[in-house]
């Protein structure tokens, strides 16, 4: 059988696939229940400073091939994940926090904090599209470096970013430049698109009540952006390990990511849709692709991708 084992940021993963940030994954319950799955990894829901109810609802859609949220952050604030980490730890897998303070200065008291906690490593979430009023810090590349800087100074757990989607040549270059200023051990990409719009033609009406039913876009839909994400960055960072989330629902869908150049991948549509047995189902179709094609492990093919000369 072929091994999807994976390792990145000094953590080794029996399985290369686990959980996105925000699927299933807030209360202790559902980040037990990623325990006890078969994902590779337990991933936190983004926290915040303080606790928070997140957007009105309805705030979540399921789609023909995806889905649309705009949740606003609802956490437990990152006391309560830090107080849960020994408890995920228990679960014998490298347990992450996602990070997504609402200032630099939230983050920084969150990261200084995270650095006393049994979290193995950090994803600092720089694209959430979903709070009023707030831009996404990813988008703003001056910004972006000035928290790279100040947090990266005081991170001690290995500092992963999560990304949104870039959609032109220059700024895949502008971004990855700034990243190779500093030590980041792995990249998530991408976040959901942000500010999409879907509308209910029968009602004459948007489908999420946050921002006049803007939201952020997942699945199906956005798997070409993330292919293409994961792509680029690879290309530019080749040492910095690609972790590929966006549109994965089938094994086939993460050798792809992987020929792209991923290392890892996340799942967070279809584990809303399928629930944690979606972790066993995509690792298994994988294995099948690999035994039939005859690769033993995702090195064989990792960043392989032929382009048509
Ligand atoms: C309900 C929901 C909540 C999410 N919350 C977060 C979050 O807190 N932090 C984050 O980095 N991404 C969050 N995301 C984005 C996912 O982690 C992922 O990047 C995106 O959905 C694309 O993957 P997918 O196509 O597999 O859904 C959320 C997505 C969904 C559907």
Not at 63 to 75: A, K, R, Y
Not at 124 to 147: A, M, R
Not at 286 to 302: A, Q, T, V
Request: aromatic fraction near 8%.
């Amino acid at each position: 059988m072929a091994d999807i084992s994976a390792s990145f940021a000094g953590l080794s993963l029996r399985k290369c696939i686990y959980n996105a940030s925000g699927a299933r994954s807030m209360t202790p319950e559902e980040l037990a229940a990623l325990g006890n799955s078969e994902a590779g990894a337990i991933l936190t829901k983004s926290c915040t400073l303080l606790p928070r109810e997140g957007n009105p609802e309805p705030r979540y859609q399921d789609l023909e091939w995806g889905s649309l949220n705009s949740m606003g952050l609802p956490n437990l604030g990152y006391e309560k994940y830090i107080e849960l980490s020994p408890e995920l730890k228990k679960y014998g897998k490298p347990v992450f926090a996602s990070v997504s303070g609402l200032s630099l200065e939230d983050n920084m008291k969150i990261i200084e904090a995270m650095n006393a906690s049994e979290f193995d490593a950090v994803e600092l979430n720089l694209s959430c599209p979903n709070i009023p009023g707030k831009p996404q810090v990813g988008y703003d590349f001056e910004d972006t470096e000035k928290y790279l800087e100040e947090i990266s100074a005081i991170c001690r757990k290995p500092l992963g970013l999560k990304l949104p989607p870039y959609f032109d040549f220059a700024h895949f270059e502008q971004m990855a430049g700034i990243i190779k200023k500093f030590r980041v051990r792995f990249l998530s990409c991408i976040n959901a698109i942000g500010n999409a719009l879907v509308i209910d033609s029968e009602k004459e009406i948007v489908i999420i009540k946050p921002k006049g039913g803007f939201g952020g876009l997942g699945g199906r839909y956005i798997k070409p952006a993330a292919l293409a994400n994961v792509r680029k960055f690879h290309e530019l960072l080749p040492d910095i390990p690609i972790i590929g989330v966006g549109g994965i629902f089938t094994g086939r869908d993460v050798f792809e990511f992987v020929l792209a150049g991923a290392t890892a991948v996340q799942l967070g549509t279809v584990l809303m849709q399928e629930g944690t047995s979606c972790f066993g189902r995509v690792a298994r179709e994988l294995e099948e692709i690999m035994d039939k094609k005859g690769y033993p492990s995702l090195e064989r093919f990792r960043g392989k991708l032929k382009v048509i000369e």
